[in-house]
Nanobody, 120 residues
């Protein structure tokens, strides 16, 4: 398992911005370079859904409803991934979970989750 530490999140009004951060402090660089990382989110009563991810080569993918509003990026030297969220909407309210996957590990690793609440 890959140890992941999340930070960020909180309460914001609609139209506001937040940044989520996920770091992998115990990962060695050779492993970091194999990792795809990103965020899923889960709202009460709903299934967990992919928000965005970034591959080991820097390719990105986004949930359709977040395109143009969310940006995922990473700092390879710090072994950190960022999710910058802008123009937040009440429907973005959920618990956001950082995840990491790698060809070196059988299972996906998850962060502890962070709450994002957008008020209307």
């Amino acid at each position: 398992q890959i140890h992941l530490v999340e930070s960020g999140g909180g309460l914001v009004q609609a139209g506001g911005s937040l940044r989520l951060t996920c770091r992998a402090p115990r990962v060695i660089l050779s492993t970091w370079w194999t990792m795809t990382m990103g965020w899923y989110r889960q709202a009460p009563g709903k299934q967990r859904e992919l928000v965005a991810n970034i591959t080991n080569t820097g390719g990105t993918n986004y949930k359709d409803s977040t395109k143009g509003r969310f940006t995922i990026s990473k700092d390879n030297g710090k072994k950190m991934v960022y999710l910058d969220m802008s123009d937040l909407k009440p429907e973005d309210t959920a618990t956001y979970y950082c995840y990491a996957s790698s060809s070196l590990y059988v299972s996906t690793s998850w962060g502890q989750g962070t709450q994002v609440t957008v008020s209307s």
